[in-house]
Every structure is written in structure tokens, then in C-alpha cells.
């Protein structure tokens, strides 16, 4: 099994800041890497597949980027809707999926 | 539009058994696979296993092999999940999701809204 870690499990950051998310995978998984925003009591969102592809909808202020193992997902200026928990999927396993941990991002 | 919509809330007791539906509109059922997804209180995600709706092939979790059983029914496009000898470490949000692209090495893009399931004595 793919184990997927994602670091830090909490980031505090100012609205308007940059907030930097990392995602390790075990072994490579090339670029099959998504992630995905959860506000609570709301289904993940789709954000960013292929590892740097913004899904339909998502504004250009969410990247990602990475290959192989290490992925990241930024968010270029943090607004008050991006305060959510953030997860990585890899899917170069399909039809295995493995989610990372997550990442919390909260208010500083 | 893609929507998928699960059941509703269940409270089970342990060693019972629940079943859950994922009722899919907007696109060709059957050119999907859904994956079930679930979110234990307070937790993340934890993939449960996979369902092609187009010949019902299944790939199930290793921890779930055995208690878990995926289904879909075209004439409906609803997908189903059920869990046996339910345990109290089972309580959680399930969740159905659609694989994004069509013949595999998928992520998914649509998610129903989630269904919580209790298991309490």
C-alpha cells in the first residue's frame, strides 16, 4: 500500500499570506496526485489533479506542483474561504486510492 | 449536472449490517467507476474500495475484505455499499464518489453529500 504523509498537520496563517502544503508518497506515483478542500459538514472539493491541473472552477490563486514523491499545493494569497483542511490522494495505485492525512489550515 | 445522492443518516447497533445508496444523475451511469470513501468523526479520509458500474468488478480495502460488499443497479444508476458486523469503530460519514475519467487511473470529481452512520448499542 501507498502510504500518503502530508505535512504540517496544522499551518496558522494571515489571510492574505501564502500557505505552502506538503504531501510525501512511500514509493513514486509519478504525477497521478489530487487534492482536495473540506469545509466541515461539506463532501472533499476537487482542486488540483495530474498533480498541477486545476480542476473546473478553482481560482488561479491554488497550485500544486511535484512528481514522483514529493508534491506541494500552494495557496498564493489565502482568503477567508481557504481556511479548510486540505488532503492529498494519490491514484497511481487506481482503483486503490490512499489519501494523506491532511492538512489543517486555520486563521493566525 | 453530475449529482450523486446518498441515503440518509442510519444508527445501527454492533453486529448489524448497513447498506447505503449513491443515486447518480447527469451523465451515463454505467461509463463510471464509484469509489466509497469514509470519514470517521473528527477524521480523514479512509478509501473503502471501488465498484465499476459498467461490469460491477470490485477492488475492496484489505481491512474491509470480507464485511464489505459493493453493487450498483443500472436500471437506476444507483450504487450501493453495505457493511457487515458492524463495530463501533465503524461510525462515520460515508461517502460516494465518481472516478473522473473514463477505463481507469482516476481520481474522482463528484462526491455525494455523505451519509453518517452510528453504530451504538
Known amino acids: 500500500e501507498i502510504v500518503m504523509t502530508q505535512s504540517p498537520a496544522t499551518l496558522s496563517v494571515s489571510p492574505g499570506e501564502r500557505a505552502t502544503l506538503s504531501c510525501r508518497a512511500s514509493?513514486?506515483?509519478?504525477?497521478?496526485l489530487a487534492w482536495y478542500q473540506q469545509k466541515p459538514g461539506q463532501a472533499p472539493r476537487l482542486l488540483i489533479y495530474g498533480a498541477s491541473t486545476r480542476a473546473t472552477g478553482i481560482p488561479a490563486r491554488f497550485s500544486g506542483s511535484g512528481s514522483g514523491t514529493e508534491f506541494t499545493l500552494t495557496i498564493s494569497s489565502l482568503q477567508s474561504e481557504d481556511f479548510a483542511v486540505y488532503y492529498c490522494?494519490?491514484?497511481?495505485?487506481?482503483?486503490?486510492?490512499?489519501f494523506g492525512g491532511g492538512t489543517k489550515v486555520e486563521i493566525k | 449536472q453530475v449529482q450523486l445522492v446518498q441515503s440518509g443518516a442510519e444508527v445501527k447497533k454492533p453486529g448489524a449490517s448497513v447498506k447505503v445508496s449513491c443515486k447518480a444523475s447527469g451523465y451515463t451511469f454505467t461509463s463510471y467507476g464509484i469509489s466509497w470513501v469514509r470519514q470517521a468523526p473528527g477524521q480523514g479520509l479512509e478509501w473503502m474500495g471501488w465498484?465499476?458500474?459498467?461490469?460491477?468488478?470490485?477492488n475492496y480495502a484489505q481491512k474491509l475484505q470480507g464485511r464489505v460488499t459493493m453493487t450498483t443497479d443500472t436500471s437506476t444508476s444507483t450504487a450501493y455499499m453495505e457493511l457487515r458486523s458492524l463495530r463501533s469503530d465503524d461510525t462515520a460519514v460515508y461517502y460516494c464518489?465518481?472516478?473522473?475519467?473514463?477505463?481507469?487511473?482516476?481520481?474522482?470529481?463528484?462526491w455525494g453529500q455523505g451519509t453518517l452512520v452510528t453504530v451504538s448499542s
Open positions: 490522494q494519490q491514484y497511481n495505485n487506481w482503483p486503490s486510492l490512499t
Open positions: 465498484i465499476s458500474a459498467y461490469n460491477g468488478n470490485t
Open positions: 464518489a465518481r472516478d473522473a475519467l473514463i477505463g481507469g487511473y482516476s481520481y474522482t470529481d463528484y
Open positions: 514509493q513514486s506515483v509519478s504525477s497521478n
